[in-house]
């Protein structure tokens, strides 16, 4: 049966993953973002209709659900200040609309829900988010999940930074609470399948994998399948969930905005009461993916380089999202402007793949110890930090992040524009560009502009414009410099390859 479908929440973790397995199943889709260029560069781009609108901010809605047979709705503004109120709205509006449209079913992805216990604020959110969906009168299918376990998503960032960093460690007593986590392979196909069910289903599914685990046993088996030693823990009464997300956001690269709510949830034991998806959406023939399995495949593909989408997929809560003003005379007061420029001893693509191949395991090529303490001092103030990284080695996407970047634009071969999701009193972006001199020769282009917020983000600005020469002047050679060396490297292999043959 195909289906229209609306995904909502398509540039974050599970959305991104959710729409290839949707058209993989025939169905018509639609995804929904506040901005058409976030979906650009994914791979099935071509393959879908992509309508822009704001499921939390509630605009966009009745265009998006027009003739929608099956809405998905995969947003949340956790880590946002008052997220419970804001998701309330949104839901509730997304409802009505939906009720509206005239949509066949709605699918919601949210927390598995203790019995007889007080919930977290995010728990207790998703749960009120899942009965505002179900009472709006569109048959609905609200998927509860504890723990997923896939590459790239928070819960399993936490668990893996934890483990690999701390071969022993002090920790809280939510190490020992029941946790029955899901592999996220397991995760979509009760998502797909849900599109199906019969309208007269709408109810809470809770979904889980085949293991009930304590943290503090997923942390072991984590080392175990890692390759580590076992790891000494030892949980202590002092460590409040408070103090949980700081130290969560100090050793991993979820940020405390995030961390926080992960942490307190925690608290919770998060066991399935029922497992009667079953009845409706079969078991594959191989069973559910055990939790061990689930992190050999997860760290597969972290090696393999094909993280298919990761947490810091949507848009970082506080982030500017305002683009870069064309004009530096622009009526929003402001561009201060760091350019510089250097001819290159190499071809135009040799100096762009080592421009898309910046941050992550390749750094910033400019004074390492400087930005690894920027990006500590980012943590301590409750941004992002450097630790994310990035998706993939070789290739960027439009709107995903990138370190405590997000990419901005990419033109290919050409520009590379980031958007800093850093603390910062204004907003800042680095360009990072091709381009040829009047004799032809390759030319690499730089750009650091920043746009200050109030005397204090003209204040940070003259404070680091004196460091300014050894960053940016630094990155401008040392990017320069490895193109130039790959050139090289690439012709030697040519004029070898020639000799030989």
Known sequence: MTLTVLVTGATGYIGGRLVPRLL??????????????????????????????????????DRALAGVDVAYYLVHSIGEGGFEDTDRRAAAAFGAAAKEAGVGRIVYLGGLVPQHEELSPHLASRAEVGQLLLDSGVPTAVLQAAVIIGSGSASFEMLRYLTERLPAMITPRWVNSRIQPIAVRDVLRYLVGAATLPPEVSRRFDIGGPEVLTYLEMMQRYARVAGLRKRLIIPVPLLTPRLSGHWVNVVTPVPAALAKPLVRSLVNEVVCSESDIRQHVADPP?????????????????????????WSSASWPGAPSDPLPSDPDWAGGSLYQDRRERQVDADPQDLWRVIEGIGGEHGWYSFPLAWAVRGQLDRLVGGVGLRRGRRDPDQLYVGESLDFWRVEEIVDQKLLRLRAEMKLPGAAWLELGVDADENGRTLFVQRALFHPRGLAGHAYWWSVAPFHGVVFGGMLANIAGAAARAAATRRTAALGSGRAA
Do not use: C, K, N
């Open 24 to 61: 993989a199943e025939g169905h018509a889709v639609r995804a929904m973002t506040r901005s058409a260029s976030r979906l650009r560069d994914v791979p099935w781009a071509d393959r879908v209709q992509v309508v822009e609108g704001d499921a939390l901010g509630g605009t966009g809605l």
């Open 286 to 310: 191989e069973g559910l993916l055990g939790f061990e399995e689930s992190v050999g495949l997860a760290l597969l593909r972290i090696r393999e380089a094909a993280v298919e989408t990761r």
